[in-house]
């Protein structure tokens, strides 16, 4: 149980493109909703933390305007990275919890991540 | 403020070998470990955590951790490394104040045959 499908997997588009990212939480409901961003070789920078029915909260340094999240249900959130560019190239993964363990100590649950390639 | 550190960029294990992977953290109050494993190009898997109790926590694929309270440690452990153990291992705090994570800068696992 506990599964987090993220899509697409990959993407590869030109510059200035909107490219929507989806993350759903399968079997279970998911309250919150994390967004990650992974550069090569490099840790996970926690981008913004997305709460159902509520705005997002984003986290020092990243631009609300060009990352738009929106978690619209209990079971999808999604990451829109607007008219994107090449420095917006990364690895973008996503991570769940459950309902019931929000505030808990029980493990985030997480997509396989995102490879976005922006030409 | 909280943080962890994962002082090895890289570890070279023999399989059949026992392996660590090190983290220390720095926490106010009790902390509240975790480890993870990520494969290339895909998202992070729960391997163990530490929120209170035994010193020693087991977790998935024969992994183990062991909490040190007085060197504020959490060492990844396994008594014999396997070729498909080789891998991106994060560890984790979780931040005081909310259910976000602190990560670790990662360490890549090499098990050589």
């Known amino acids: 149980g506990a599964v987090v499908s993220q899509h697409p997997s990959w993407v590869i588009c030109k510059s200035g493109t909107s490219v929507k990212i989806e993350c759903r939480s399968l079997d279970f409901q998911a309250t919150t909703m994390f967004w990650y961003r992974q550069f090569p070789k490099q840790s996970l920078m926690l981008m913004a933390t997305?709460?159902?029915?509520?705005?997002?909260?984003?986290e020092q340094g990243v631009e609300k305007d060009k990352f738009l999240i929106n978690h619209a249900s209990l079971t999808l959130s999604t990451l829109t990275v607007t008219s994107a560019h090449p420095e917006d190239s990364s690895f973008y993964i996503c991570s769940a919890h459950r309902r019931q363990d929000a505030y808990s100590n029980q493990p985030q649950h997480f997509g396989d991540g995102t490879r976005l390639s922006i030409l | 403020a909280q943080s962890v550190a994962q002082p090895e960029d890289q570890v070279n294990v023999a399989e059949g070998n026992p392996l660590t992977v090190k983290c220390t953290y720095s926490v106010s109050g009790n902390p509240y470990l975790f480890w993870y494993v990520q494969y290339p190009n895909r998202g992070l898997q729960f391997l163990l955590k530490?929120?209170?109790?035994d010193n020693l926590v087991k977790g998935s694929y024969g992994f183990e951790a062991e909490f040190n309270k007085s060197q504020t440690s959490f060492h990844l452990k396994k008594p014999s490394a396997l070729v498909s153990d080789s891998a991106l291992y994060f560890c984790a705090v979780r931040d005081a104040g909310n259910y976000q994570l602190i990560w670790g800068a990662g360490t890549k696992l090499i098990i050589k045959p």
């Open positions: 997305s709460n159902e029915g509520s705005k997002a909260t984003y």
């Open positions: 530490y929120i209170t109790g």
